[in-house]
């Protein structure tokens, strides 16, 4: 796989159920980040989480990161019909010169 | 709060014209980055910049692209002869410091005829 993919590339869920996104990378990293695109839009930062921390919390967002495994998970609690959109994990790969490697993104659908 | 601009949203050019995409990144941050996304597909990395020169550039960066910061608050991407395969969202972003989270603007959306 190449670096930064996302899994599943679709999700359908339920308003008010729970939404679970997973990324995985191949090389050491200095961070990794995970963004929202609603369609054609921009990219809006959600939260980043460094190499050396395991588990971060926004509001609503829940981020884990296991780099044995070299994989993270997004998970939006309670959803709403408006966090339909793309999410996106992005790698910053060591001595890569803070270049972000996008994954293919897991498209969310929350049905109201 | 602060945030990336970008001017204009949406461009549309003749194959072989040059452009120059604009971008006012967030005042005190000091690394920029373009990146573009072409329809359906990854956003992938064209080139950042600190200390008034390129740190990194991808593949994609030949010589028919060019960065510059004219000035204190402007960021700019020129293509100098554009082809159909630049048809693309190029999206600016900055960031405070090297391994920040970088903050992207809402994009150029650029369509070459």
């Known amino acids: 796989s190449q670096q930064g993919e996302e899994d599943p590339q679709a999700l359908s869920i339920q308003e008010g159920e729970n939404a679970t996104m997973n990324c995985s990378y191949k090389t050491s990293i200095n961070n990794l980040q995970w963004y929202r695109q609603n369609s054609g839009r921009g990219l809006v930062h959600l939260i980043l989480i460094r190499s050396n921390e395991r588990e971060k919390h926004s509001g609503r967002l829940r981020v884990t990161l296991d780099t044995s495994k070299k994989s993270s998970s997004l998970l939006i609690t309670a959803s709403r019909a408006a966090d339909t959109a793309s999410y996106f994990c992005?790698?910053?790969?060591?001595?890569?010169?803070?270049?972000?490697?996008f994954g293919g993104g897991t498209r969310l659908m929350v049905k109201p | 709060e602060p945030e990336v601009t970008q001017t204009p949203s949406h461009q549309v050019t003749q194959m072989g014209q040059e452009v120059i995409l604009r971008c006012v990144p967030i005042s005190n941050h000091l690394y920029f980055y373009w990146y573009r996304q072409i329809l359906g597909q990854k956003v992938e990395f064209l080139v950042s910049?600190?200390?008034?020169?390129?740190?990194?550039k991808s593949e994609i960066f030949d010589d028919q692209f060019s960065v510059e910061r004219p000035d204190g608050s402007n960021f700019t991407l020129k293509i100098r002869s554009t082809k159909l395969e630049d048809s693309a969202m190029y999206f600016c972003a900055s960031s405070d410091t090297g391994g920040a989270t970088q903050y992207f603007g809402p994009g150029t959306r650029l369509l070459v005829l």
């Open positions: 992005a790698t910053d790969v060591d001595n890569a010169g803070n270049m972000l490697t």
């Open positions: 910049f600190y200390n008034n020169e390129i740190s990194e």
